[in-house]
């Protein structure tokens, strides 16, 4: 089982950039693919972006798509999702689950199998 912890979130302005990071546990981290999903306040949880293990594919939602790029470091077990641009429709709480079964990008949250506590994104207007 993979434990993962995602960092990286706070305040900040409409227009500006955050990174969040997705540490986790686990000797086969680099098998799994990791997707970004946010959940806003009374709102449904939404895919964001994935990637897939080696890092050669990802995936990205319309509503970040040239605003946020995922990327991973499998030598240090580590996903990055860097956000420019923010606005404040992006506040949410940001989490990064992991799939330890599939072998493409999901968009769906019921086919990640393993997900952190999350981590808080706000973006004042």
């Known amino acids: 089982q993979v434990q993962l912890v995602e960092s990286g979130g706070g305040l900040v302005q409409a227009g500006g950039s955050l990174r969040l990071s997705c540490a986790a546990s686990?000797?086969?981290?680099?098998?799994?693919?990791i997707g970004w999903f946010r959940q806003a306040p009374g709102k449904e949880r939404e895919f964001v972006a994935g990637?897939?293990?080696?890092?050669?594919?990802?995936k990205y939602a319309d509503s970040v798509k040239g605003r946020f790029a995922i990327s991973r470091v499998n030598a240090k077990s580590t996903v990055f999702l860097e956000m420019n641009s923010l606005t404040p429709e992006d506040t949410a709480v940001y989490y990064c689950p992991a799939s330890t079964s599939l072998f493409t990008i999901a968009t769906m949250q019921n086919e990640y199998d393993c997900w952190g506590q999350g981590t808080q994104v706000t973006v004042s207007s």
């Open positions: 686990g000797r086969t981290f680099s098998s799994y693919i």
């Open positions: 990637i897939s293990s080696s890092g050669g594919s990802t």
